[in-house]
């Protein structure tokens, strides 16, 4: 059944004035839509990754945000820089895909990364590592292994944030969310999110309702439809891929809780 009018969620035109907890359930039915379509694609040991689990976790990608808020007290511009972090890493290793078996680890990963370069104030590994059900050990190498795969690009506009807001919003499948008032243009003086040099990979494609932009990359996970994305199967698995790929057959509970 399709949500009323009067069920309709009214959100601000720019993401810093939404509603964190708003702003999570938009970003959760993304990545659930994206899983959806990801988990359909079939393992292959050259895919394989530091963030995949072995097996599922059991808590809901919506469930796992909100405790991470809960507990690390997470900035609105690190929950969204997710979805760059995202398009980057896709861009830069075609074969990674966002799946439940990636999603949670990719997440606490993203928050713990982009909270120490965005934010002031941050939280610990030890901490980061209990919020997200890992490790401190795994943490420390999922941030490593994640700093490397986005190349140290820790930054991007706001403009761009913004961009992947109004597409959370226009694409969210319940369909409840709307936003009210002009949006108003990003001056080139007001969009660098802090004054560190940086040159973000930006998506190239995007629906026609945005702008081109320069990429190393023709696609965006995240601003196109995921199933117009082709996977490269050129590259051959590495020894430790293959003997990853082997040990995931094995039914052992996942670390992520």
């Not at 359930?25 to 689990?53: C, G, K, V, W, Y």
């Not at 990719?106 to 934010?119: E, N, Q, R």
């Not at 403009?159 to 001056?187: A, D, M, W």
Request: glycine share 2%; with cysteine; hydrophobic share 35%.
């Amino acid at each position: 059944m399709e949500s009323s009018t009067s069920e309709r969620v009214e959100l601000p035109a720019a993401f810093q004035e939404t509603s964190i907890d708003h702003l999570v359930q938009l970003i959760a039915d993304m990545l659930d839509r994206l899983m959806a379509h990801n988990d359909q694609i079939p393992l292959s040991p050259e895919s394989l990754t530091r963030f995949h689990s072995r097996s599922a976790p059991s808590i809901s990608v919506l469930d796992y945000l909100k405790r991470i808020v809960k507990f690390a007290n997470v900035e609105k511009s690190c929950l969204l820089i997710t979805l760059h972090y995202i398009d980057q890493i896709c861009a830069r290793t075609p074969l990674f895909t966002l799946s439940s078996l990636t999603c949670h680890r990719f997440i606490i990963a993203s928050i713990t990364v982009s909270s120490k370069g965005l934010c002031d104030s941050f939280c610990t590994n030890n901490l980061y590592a209990k919020v997200g059900g890992i490790s401190v050990t795994e943490l420390n190498i999922l941030e490593r292994e994640f700093l490397s795969a986005i190349d140290w690009r820790l930054t991007c506009t706001r403009e761009l944030l913004q961009e992947y807001y109004v597409n959370l919003v226009r694409t969210n499948s319940n369909g409840k969310f709307v936003i009210t008032g002009p949006q108003s243009p990003t001056t080139p003086s007001d969009i660098e999110m802090d004054s560190r040099p940086s040159s973000p990979l930006e998506t190239s494609e995007s629906p026609p309702r945005h702008r081109s932009r320069r990429s190393v990359h023709d696609t965006s996970t995240i601003l196109i439809d995921p199933a117009t994305i082709t996977q490269d199967s050129t590259r051959r698995p590495t020894v430790e891929q293959n003997m990853a790929f082997a040990a995931l057959s094995n039914p052992k509970t996942s670390h992520i809780r």
